[in-house]
């Protein structure tokens, strides 16, 4: 395990129990956004599809930034056990401080069974995910491997030296899996940089993924404006654009993938059983 929490009660990197256990409740809890609405509709669309599709008693919703926060969601729980999922990519600030101190701020906290996963990003499957995705992006643009590099942008910081591990993780997996002649992580907030690792590739086609598991600001804007774009308007991700004899395409954020819920199910300790692969209509 990456990083160690101080408020994990009965951790455990995966729960053990099956799906169907009566009572048992599950909160993915997430960033959110109050600027970007979408960034809440992505993990609310996980949380249907977790209880629709693997049969748990209760998948609720909890956000840094909007509604219901990590404060206020366990007053929705009915049952005695919950499992919390942090819906981040990185064992960071957020998902190793924030998040259990809010939630055993909450009058309820004490009165259930409350178990942690790690986050999201840090599960086995998310390099492997990553990649299946990018592969899917140098066929749909028809990209040439030899001339191509990709970047896996994520936030990182310098509150939490764990911040940054998932995205090098994923980084190196695709490095070692020889889709293109050049790989490297960048970040938001710490180094390298974005707009520095853009400003120094000699490649001509470039795919920026980010490794994020929302639609936040950061992924709509701040990376495409870090990377030169005057306006992106409405655009929809991917996009690509052309920018002095270069093909730059930026992906949607990592957390949009419909093969995340199988992940998410995963951690809480259920295997897919026959589930759909369908996200709602705009989420793919």
Known sequence: MIGENPYRRWACQTATQPSGIPGRA?????????????AGTIVQEHARRLQADHGFHQVAVAFRQGEPSFSKVMDFITGPEVVVV?????????SQKVLPRDLSSNRRYSQLRVEFTDPVGTHPQIPALVERRTRELFDRFHLT???????????????????????????????????????????????????????????DEIVVVPFFMGESYHVLQDI?????????????????????????????????????????AELVGCLPTGSSVRMSEGMT
Not at 26 to 38: D, F, K, N, P
């Open 86 to 94: 942090p819906f981040f990519s990185a064992p960071g600030y957020f």
């Open 145 to 203: 491997p030899e001339r191509a590099a990709v970047v896996i942008v994520g936030h990182g910081t310098g509150r939490h030296s764990a911040s940054g591990s998932s995205t090098l993780k994923v980084a190196n997996h695709l490095k070692e899996s020889g889709l293109c002649t050049h790989v490297q992580a960048a970040f938001l907030d710490d180094v390298p940089r974005l707009e520095e690792a853009y400003q120094n590739m000699s490649q």
């Open 224 to 264: 495409p404006r870090r990377l030169g774009w005057v306006e992106t308007g409405n655009a929809s991700f991917p996009t690509e654009v052309t920018r002095m004899g270069r093909r730059v395409i930026v992906d949607r954020a990592v957390g949009l993938d419909p093969g995340l819920t199988a992940v998410l």
């Open 26 to 38: 599950v909160i993915l809890a997430a960033h959110g956004s109050r600027r970007q609405i979408q």
